[in-house]
Structures are given as C-alpha cells and as structure tokens.
C-alpha cells in the first residue's frame, strides 16, 4: 500500500525556521513529482510548493518564495521542506502528495496528486 507520512511539524516562534520531511513506504518517491500542501484553520487547501521526479523542476506559491525551499534527499525517499522565516499566517496543517507525472506541478494550484498524507501541523506564534 502507498503511503506518505509527513514529519516535522510543531510550534515556533515568528521568524523562526522548521524542516518539514515526507517519508514513502511502499513506492520511492524518486518516480513521482511531489507537492506539499497547507490548509490554514477555516480556509481551503493552498498548494505551496512542487518538485519534479528529477529535482531539477521547483515551483513556489508567491507567499513562500524566498523562504520555503523544497528538496529531494539523498536516500531518495524523503522530499523535504525547509521553512525560513515563518510568519503567523504560515499557520497551517501541512501535507505532502504525490504523483507519477510533473503534470499536477504545472497546474494551478497543483491540482491533481495521486496520493496523500495525513498532514503535520505547524504553529507559528510567539
């Protein structure tokens, strides 16, 4: 069975930072773009950022670029994604999702992931 599980998540204080890592069993995530996700108390999903089944393709929602950066890791089973600079409005439950083709990553919102994860929460608040 595919799953992914998100890690990571927790409370820190504004402007501080939190690596959030999303983890596979059962396929390897190096075959699939993946995106993560966020959904802010009372508010729909937002896509946040996608990487592409290479690495070599990133993309970034406008409220995170130049302080979220998404990677993939060496084991080649774990994307990662490293949050700097945290706001109170990056409050939110994060989830990672996966799909075979880069398709979801160009599309608005990054509509179109295969599979999901049970999500972390990150709490930004002093």
């Known amino acids: 069975q595919l799953q992914l599980v998100e890690s990571g998540g927790g409370l820190v204080q504004p ?4 690596r959030l890592s999303c ?12 995106g993560w996700f966020r959904q802010a108390p009372g508010k729909e999903r937002e896509g946040v950022s996608c990487i592409s089944s290479s690495g ?6 406008d409220s995170v670029k130049g302080r979220f950066t998404i990677s993939r890791g060496n084991a080649k089973n774990t994307v990662y994604l490293q949050m700097n600079s ?18 979801p ?22």
């Open 15 to 18: 402007g501080g930072s939190l």
């Open 23 to 34: 983890a596979a069993s059962g396929f390897t995530l190096d075959s699939y773009a993946i």
């Open 56 to 61: 070599g393709f990133t993309k970034y929602t």
């Open 86 to 103: 945290l706001k109170p409005e990056d409050t939110a439950v994060y989830y990672c999702a996966a799909a075979p083709t880069l398709s």
């Open 105 to 126: 990553c160009l599309k608005k919102g990054y509509y179109g992931m295969d599979y999901w994860g049970k999500g972390t929460l990150v709490t930004v608040s002093s």
